[in-house]
């Protein structure tokens, strides 16, 4: 593995004007990284890894490369480019196993983070490192958000995030609150009365956007998003349909494979594959069939009805009449994107102002219409990928940083502060 490693970071030109950096949505000073590991100094490269993106282990695994740092590459005009994926993940791998500073002194200010996915996570670090007393508020049993329940685990494994949630989180102080829904039981009312200066929402989208077509419902068709989160929940056959062509359609028919399906089929609308041509190349190596200008028309218990789908002399599509064909398969997976659940600002007095797809509205640093409250990730983009949303919301720390410092000292005094103690560790106490 170190050969590989370094014969890619030989192949670097370290190019005066890095175009791999340029084609970073997070800016990764990538010849500075590959020249520390050519140097032999592969804890500094890390540290600028991880320092520029806390999410760097992550983001190794499961950020469109071919797009970004490796699609911009020099060497790829001509050539094959470097692939810094595989020394960003080696890198970030090892040295996160060394990562064992404890928290940053504290400031004396909370925060609350809701969600846990990579915007939250990202905030939840940023803060922390300036001192501040982080509270992450996740809806589900682990962290993680979309990056664990809509990512398989083959591309990434649950271990990445567990390791994060030990060095980022739990030895930095940052408090974990699972399998809790802010604007049920609790709202963003009770978070301010309880202390918090400043509220950072960034809940996923969970809410499967839907065909608006017949059989929907049947017991043989199940969302994306639920197929993923627990697919040996799921007994769909073995001949299956995926409805959707962009790369969370394919994580549902790779998945289907691993999980018993002999035949998996990938429906697109038109003649493109929104998925990225690695996850594409990866589908079709494991025996997923792609068939294109296809439009879903109802399903059936025995499969699906589709008709054909063709481009009109101005640009637009439209269904052919008469096309109709019955395509059978034993289970129908609908993976055609997701949208924003309930407003976490449910129960609170003081509303947040939304977009009319029920995303919440923000300026250009994060902020919501309610002082206090900012927002970033899927829940303002829609979906978007991890590295994107990490970038936003390193800008949004900053301006919650900047709101907080700006509040004035707390001088309240606490009405209970010289109570007396009562002892509930002694063995009598139950018989007082």
């Known amino acids: 593995m170190a050969l590989h490693v370094l014969d890619e970071a030989k192949m670097c030109l370290g190019c005066p004007k890095p175009r791999c950096q340029q084609g ?12 520390l590991l050519k140097a032999g100094k592969l804890d500094e490269a890390g540290q600028k890894l991880f320092e520029n993106n806390p999410l760097t282990t992550v983001c190794s695994l499961v950020c469109n490369h071919e797009k970004q740092c490796e699609g911009n590459c020099v060497r790829g005009i001509k050539g094959t480019p470097v692939h810094f994926s595989v020394i960003e993940n080696y890198i970030s791998r090892t040295y996160a196993y060394k990562m064992t500073r404890g928290p940053a002194p504290q400031n004396g200010m909370k925060a609350a983070i809701i969600g846990s996915g990579p915007a939250g996570l990202t905030i939840a670090v940023e803060l922390a490192r300036k001192g501040y007393a982080i509270t992450i508020f996740e809806a589900r049993d682990k962290i993680g958000g979309m990056m ?9 494994p649950d271990s ?9 989180l739990e030895l930095k102080g940052v408090k974990v609150r699972t399998n809790t829904v802010i604007g049920k039981s609790i709202s963003l009312d009770d978070l301010f009365r309880d202390g918090y200066k400043a509220v950072f929402i960034g809940a996923g989208l969970w809410k499967a956007r839907t065909l608006h077509i017949k059989g929907e419902s049947l017991g043989n068709a199940v969302f994306g998003i639920d197929y993923l989160a627990n697919p040996t929940a799921f007994r769909l056959g073995d001949n299956i349909a995926v409805i959707g062509a962009g790369n969370s359609a394919m994580d549902c028919a790779r998945t289907a494979i691993r999980n018993g399906a002999r035949h998996v089929t990938c429906y697109a609308r038109r003649d493109e594959i929104s998925a990225s041509e690695h996850e594409v190349s990866y589908a079709q190596l494991e025996g997923v069939a792609l068939v294109k200008c296809r439009v879903p028309v109802e399903i059936r218990e025995n499969g699906v009805i589709f008709c054909e789908n063709a481009r009109k002399e101005d640009g637009s599509w439209a269904a052919v009449p008469g096309s109709e064909m019955l395509h059978p398969h034993t289970g129908v997976i609908i993976s055609v994107s997701q949208g924003p659940e309930e407003n976490v600002a449910n129960g609170s007095e003081k509303k947040i102002e939304t977009t009319a797809k029920g995303l919440l509205e923000i300026d250009e640093n994060g902020a919501t219409s309610r002082p206090g409250v900012y927002a970033g990730g899927d829940a303002v983009l829609g979906a978007r990928t991890v590295v994107e949303a990490v970038a936003i919301a390193k800008r949004v720390a900053g301006a919650m940083d900047a709101y907080m410092q700006s509040l004035p000292v707390d001088t309240a005094s606490d009405p209970y502060a010289n109570l007396p103690v009562y002892d509930t560790t002694a063995s009598d106490a139950l018989a007082r």
């Open 24 to 35: 970073c949505p997070i800016g990764t000073d990538i010849p500075s990284v590959i020249k």
């Open 148 to 156: 664990r329940y809509g990512i398989p685990d083959f591309r990434l």
């Open 160 to 168: 990445v995030l567990d390791d994060f949630q030990y060095r980022h």
